[in-house]
T-cell receptor
Framework: GENVEQHPSTLSVQEGDSAVIKCTYS??????FPWYKQELGKGPQLIID?????GEKKDQRIAVTLNKTAKHFSLHITETQPEDSAVYFC???????????FGTGTRLTIIP | GAGVSQSPSNKVTEKGKDVELRCDPI?????LYWYRQSLGQGLEFLIY????????KSGLPSDRFSAERTGGSVSTLTIQRTQQEDSAVYLC??????????FGPGTRLTVL
């Protein structure tokens, strides 16, 4: 089955700086890669996703890149703000969101 | 409602007792998922329902765990003879075809 590894497990950045979270996956059949943000006491919320037919996708301060050959994908947050503090999860699946396999999460802390 | 709802939000039970966790998915969503999140860990897939198809139960950790989805809508996750290692947040999610899952707020289960 699919195995997703995520690094780092914790990340602290100064407000205004950029944050990068990296994930690798094992199953070359995976073709859908969403990122979720989980705030304390809440369920994860989708923030951005990418499919294997593109290499990069951007939405305001958030971007995701995908390298299919190396089987890794990354989340980039620019101009970080205190409200970006949360736990971020990457995930992979071989269908449209069906049976996602999640990474172990990254706790991001933005230092004011 | 506008989102996925779960009840109860918190459940404390004694070892050996049975518990039932309820999920109300977003109206019209054909897919429903259960995930488990242990403290500080990622999301562990438990079970997946899609329309009238047989559910994918491959993630259920033991035969003490079972789930039903009645009328293609509400789902109940049942844990029999609870053990302390069952303590976790149980997350339900739902989606339409070609859409990422929307998560509920979760049920925090504590087994004493």
């Amino acid at each position: 089955g699919e195995n997703v590894e995520q690094h780092p497990s914790t990340l602290s950045v100064q407000e205004g700086d950029s944050a990068v979270i990296k994930c690798t996956y094992s199953d070359s059949a995976s073709n859908y890669f969403p990122w979720y943000k989980q705030e304390l006491g809440k369920g994860p919320q989708l923030i951005i996703d990418i499919r294997s037919n593109v290499g990069e996708k951007k939405d305001q301060r958030i971007a995701v890149t995908l390298n299919k050959t190396a089987k890794h994908f990354s989340l980039h947050i620019t101009e970080t703000q205190p409200e970006d503090s949360a736990v971020y999860f990457c995930a992979a699946s071989d269908g449209d969101g069906e049976k996602l396999t999640f990474g172990t999460g990254t706790r991001l802390t933005i230092i004011p | 409602g506008a989102g996925v709802s779960q009840s109860p939000s918190n459940k404390v039970t004694e070892k050996g007792k049975d518990v039932e966790l309820r999920c109300d998915p977003i109206s019209g969503h054909t897919a429903l998922y259960w995930y488990r999140q242990s403290l500080g860990q990622g999301l562990e897939f438990l079970i997946y329902f899609q329309g009238n198809s047989a559910p994918d139960k491959s993630g259920l950790p033991s035969d003490r765990f079972s789930a039903e989805r009645t009328g293609g809508s509400v789902s109940t996750l049942t844990i029999q003879r609870t053990q302390q290692e069952d303590s976790a947040v149980y997350l339900c999610a739902s989606s339409s075809r070609a859409q990422s899952p929307f998560f509920g707020p979760g049920t925090r289960l504590t087994v004493l």
